[in-house]
């Protein structure tokens, strides 16, 4: 039988990968489901190629031209965010690979673990603004996570033989300022903070990585996927994004998983575990590889990577808060409103602002994260003041 995938973010960077993966496995896998938010071109393009049972705009002013460019096929053609939590419960689907970016991925995320499917993980922000509830919710239902992002993936990897972990160790290429004095980051631009070194990705995640704000969220995610403590969790800077993680073990062993940079077998592995498949593509070329270098994450270049620690240390809503917070900043960076560095100071702000809550419920993310954005904004406006 083949596994039947729900893809949601089929127009994005990982949605799109996995699409690939797909079309090499035709005898192995199949598209059920198909979402987005904005892109319905390549949505319906999308559609007519994989013909999936249903696809899903989430923007609803965007059903219409959906709705036409699919009316000569059996598709079921839905939009709005409510039909994007209810398409994962079907009962036909296997897995559902969450691909959305930001908080937008938390509640059709649940609905999926609740409909017991098995949750291929890209969407980190689910995680890290409500990893104890997700947690919880997966153990009550026994419904099995998935990393895919190529760290969390590798981590899982090392970890098949169930052996007592000292730490883990996440490994992040810096981005493309990682050589940058503090005076450089006061003037770099957005056109220069999209230009990742090793990966390509959607605008948000590379903004992301290049504040490491997204290397801090993958802090936070690992302590949720491996059941660590923050203090078991290590960031090392490996520019050639060669070895994507590493697990040290209790009697001092370091296993790595390496590989190209490749996000399709991060996906495809979610897709086929305890399986591997063939998959094609560059292979590890070793003679490219003279030298393999390794150095501490600058806290003080890159305050982002610290903020998620502090956060993560005081639990509660304040990883929604800086979650939240930080889709304010990069949105606002995207549209010049606001400095690298100022994200930081938005960010850290916030977080001294938004009410606290030690043990928050569903509610609580909800209104923690539309308060934030409502305190973020402001101060991006009068920062530009």
């Not at 996927?225 to 078991?232: A, D, I, K, S």
């Not at 003080?300 to 939240?324: D, K, S, W």
């Amino acid at each position: 039988m083949k596994k039947q995938i729900a893809i949601l973010g089929s127009t994005g960077s990982i949605g799109t990968q996995a699409l690939q993966v797909i079309e090499e496995h035709p005898d192995l896998y199949e598209v059920y489901a198909l979402t987005a938010n904005n892109k319905v071109d390549l949505l319906a393009e999308q559609a007519r190629k994989f013909q999936p049972e249903v696809v899903v705009i989430a923007n609803e002013d965007k059903y219409g031209i959906l709705k036409e460019a699919l009316a000569d096929l059996p598709i079921k053609v839905y939009a709005g965010a409510e039909a994007l939590c209810q398409v994962v419960e079907a009962q036909p689907i296997d897995i559902v690979l969450t691909a959305m970016v930001g908080y937008a991925g938390l509640k059709p995320t649940i609905n999926a673990i609740k409909a017991r499917k098995t949750i291929a993980l890209a969407n980190k922000e689910t995680l890290v603004v409500a990893g104890e509830l997700i947690t919880a919710l997966a153990s009550q239902y026994q419904t099995p996570i998935l990393p895919v992002d190529s760290e969390h993936s590798a981590i899982f990897q090392c970890l098949e033989m169930n052996n007592p972990v000292h730490k883990v160790i996440l490994t992040a290429s810096g981005g493309p300022f990682r050589t940058f004095t503090m005076e450089q980051l006061q003037t770099v631009t957005k056109e220069q903070a999209l230009k990742h070194p090793n990966w390509s990705m959607g605008a948000k995640i590379t903004i992301d990585s290049a504040s490491m704000m997204n290397k801090g969220f993958e802090v936070m995610e690992a302590k949720w996927l491996f059941g660590v403590t923050p203090e078991q969790i290590e960031v090392v800077v490996h520019p050639q994004s060669v070895i994507h993680s590493m697990v040290e073990f209790e009697d001092g062993a370091v296993k790595a998983q390496l590989g190209v940079p490749d996000m399709r077998l991060p996906i495809q592995y979610a897709f086929s575990y305890p399986k591997r498949e063939s998959l094609s593509g560059e292979r590890l070329d070793f003679a490219k590889y003279h030298t393999l270098t390794f150095e501490k994450p600058d806290t003080t270049r890159f305050r982002n990577l610290a903020l998620a620690y502090e956060a993560l240390h005081q639990g509660g809503n304040m990883p929604c808060i800086v979650n939240a917070a930080n889709e304010v900043v990069v949105a606002a960076f995207l549209k010049d409103q606001i400095s690298f560095l100022g994200m930081s100071e938005v960010i850290e702000k916030s977080m001294a602002k938004v009410p606290f809550i030690k043990t928050p419920t569903y509610g609580d993310y909800v209104s923690t994260d539309a308060e934030t954005r409502r305190i973020a904004a402001e101060l991006v406006i009068n920062g530009m003041k």
